[in-house]
């Protein structure tokens, strides 16, 4: 499938979707975020963007386009960049960057040093990361 336009893409919303399994802020932020991921994995090409993203528009702490819980998520996108290796504003595969972040995060065992204070930290101990059986680098 080809895509006009990369998708804005927050860095910490590549270790969100690892374990995403269809609960979150409401029905309709879930909906969106299974959405997001379908299209993601059908090999959308992605630009991280540090700063709310198409995910983001469902959030309910979405206020006019800012995040009122920007200080926190902040801190998770920057820190994902930064083990990671990679820049606010990039552009590349969305397969590419779960590799990424699956190797240099999850599989480390970094992915509770970045966000372990996150409301749905429950959820990602709880299970495996969808990214686990799909690294090649």
């Not at 910490?12 to 909906?31: I, N, P, R, T, V």
């Not at 198409?54 to 926190?72: D, M, T």
């Not at 972040?101 to 749905?120: H, M, P, T, Y």
């Amino acid at each position: 499938m080809s895509f006009i336009k990369n998708i804005p893409l927050r860095p910490h919303h590549g270790m969100c979707l690892a374990y995403f399994k269809g609960e979150g802020y409401s029905d309709g932020f879930s909906a969106h975020m299974q959405e997001m991921l379908d299209i993601f994995q059908k090999g959308a090409k992605i630009q991280l963007h540090a700063d709310t993203d198409e995910i983001c528009s469902a959030c309910p702490n979405n206020e006019k386009g800012c995040c009122s819980s920007f200080s926190l998520v902040e801190k998770y996108d920057k820190a994902v960049l930064e083990l990671c290796s990679l820049k606010n504003g990039q552009i590349m595969d969305f397969k590419t960057f779960t590799d990424i972040v699956q190797k240099e995060i999850l599989a480390s065992g970094k992915r509770k040093e970045i966000c372990g204070n996150c409301q749905w930290n429950s959820i990602c101990e709880s299970q495996k990361s969808r990214w686990e059986k799909q690294v090649l680098i």
